[in-house]
């Protein structure tokens, strides 16, 4: 059974930093693309965050993240990261992790690329 579980989130003031984690279990992770996405109160969709390849060599960002957050992996201990820094109001969302199988170099940054979600943990940012 496939399972990934995040935490790390929380309330935080506009300006600080925070480093999601992701744990999963059930999958031979290191030949998975892993990604996060956040769904914010006010959208339906969950939109594309930051993602890493299965081996870590190449990132993608959205740009709106990009230069504030950094996304990376330990395939060893079968666990995502992704650190935030200087977190704004608009970063407030519930952010999961999910996993795309296969040895690709590209990242998608849409929903149904993905086969396995997490719940989510959620990140807070005040003004």
């Known amino acids: 059974q496939v399972q990934l579980v995040e935490f790390g989130g929380g309330l935080v003031q506009a300006g600080d930093s925070l480093r999601l984690s992701c744990a999963a279990s059930?999958?031979?992770?290191?030949?998975?693309?892993m990604a996060w996405f956040r769904q914010t109160t006010e959208k339906q969709q969950r939109d594309f965050v930051a993602?890493?390849?299965?081996?870590?060599?190449?990132?993608a960002y959205a740009p709106a993240v990009k230069g504030r957050f950094t996304i990376s992996r330990n395939n060893t201990e079968r666990m995502g990261y992704l650190r935030m820094s200087s977190l704004k109001p608009e970063d407030t969302a519930v952010y999961s992790c999910?996993?795309?199988?296969?040895?690709?170099?590209?990242?998608?940054?849409?929903?149904?690329?993905?086969?396995?979600w997490g719940q989510g943990t959620r990140v807070t940012v005040s003004k």
């Open positions: 999910v996993l795309r199988r296969g040895l690709m170099d590209d990242i998608p940054i849409t929903v149904h690329e993905y086969e396995y």
């Open positions: 993602g890493i390849t299965w081996n870590g060599g190449r990132t």
């Open positions: 059930g999958v031979p992770v290191s030949t998975y693309t």
